[in-house]
């Protein structure tokens, strides 16, 4: 994973570490990365919901309530990276990713909550990572590079 590493106590570590039928990892060093990758910037977003009072918000407590304003140009660089990465993977699959990545829940609760069947959280949740890794540009997209398929028919002259 480009010398990262996954928080260990979040859900996608745990699924990062489970191998599959085939012994191999059950998510792709690029799918983890993808992972981690809107996590860290959800949390440097700042887009966690509050659980405290923010006392400088209300009238009279500092210097007023505009919480954007508040941000620094990261932060809100961080939260437009998140835009982007959840418009690309679409609405069908972005509530799981938020749910699993960012929110850290379990994918049994994710399924609980959801009225899911068992390990529907899990599949959809390795295919939002996929859709996030090209996004990202972790993978290649079927197609592309040198190998692409240029036509379907024979060549001239056969």
Known sequence: MAGRRIDDGSPLARLATRKGADGQPWL???????GERLRRDWTRGALMPSVTQRWDSLPGGGQGGNAKADLSDAALDCRRRVQAALEAVGPELSGVLVDICCFLKGTEQVERERQWP???AKLLLKAGLGALARHYGLVH????GKGRVR????????
Do not use: D, I, K, Y
């Not at 792709?28 to 993808?34: F, G, K, N, Q």
């Not at 997209?141 to 592309?144: C, I, R, S, W």
């Open 28 to 34: 792709s060093a690029p799918e983890a990365e993808a």
């Open 151 to 158: 036509a379907w028919a024979a060549p001239a002259g056969e």
């Open 141 to 144: 997209q079927a197609g592309e």
């Open 118 to 120: 068992v390990r529907s």
